[in-house]
């Protein structure tokens, strides 16, 4: 059985969550499988790193603004994940990476990375799910 959380208390949560995650935090895109947690190093290579301008929160759910599509550093391939962490470079979480159709937490315009061409970011959308 899921274990659920009241609305009260998700929306309590996302607020904490955008207080930890600061103003101008970074969002690293990696091509590999996504670590257990946050507190586990980083695995797979790093595509790029992209600023963001920070989070708003309605609720339950934090939503970035829509960041400059960026060159990405190395060419990749599925899957990706993406790990949020603060301006000082404090691990936040790790988010799931998807096309624009797909259910990740990050929504790419095209999951078809290339050093030549940006990554188009088209949604980052955290939901904590209360009830």
Avoid: C, W
């Amino acid at each position: 059985m899921t274990a659920t959380i009241a609305l009260v208390v998700a929306d309590a949560e996302a607020t904490a969550i955008n207080t930890q995650i600061g103003s101008n935090p970074q969002l690293k895109i990696y091509a590999g499988t996504k670590p257990a947690t946050p507190e586990t190093a980083a695995t797979g290579t790093l595509v790029d790193t992209i600023p963001l301008t920070g989070f708003t929160v309605d609720g339950d759910v934090l939503t970035s603004n829509d960041p400059a599509a960026v060159n990405p550093v190395v060419a990749a391939s599925a899957p990706l994940y993406a790990r949020l962490v603060t301006s000082s470079g404090t691990d936040i979480m790790d988010l799931d990476v998807s096309d624009e159709t797909g259910n990740g937490d990050v929504k790419l315009a095209t999951t078809t990375i290339q050093t030549a061409v940006p990554i188009d970011i088209t949604a980052i959308t955290i939901n904590l799910g209360g009830s």
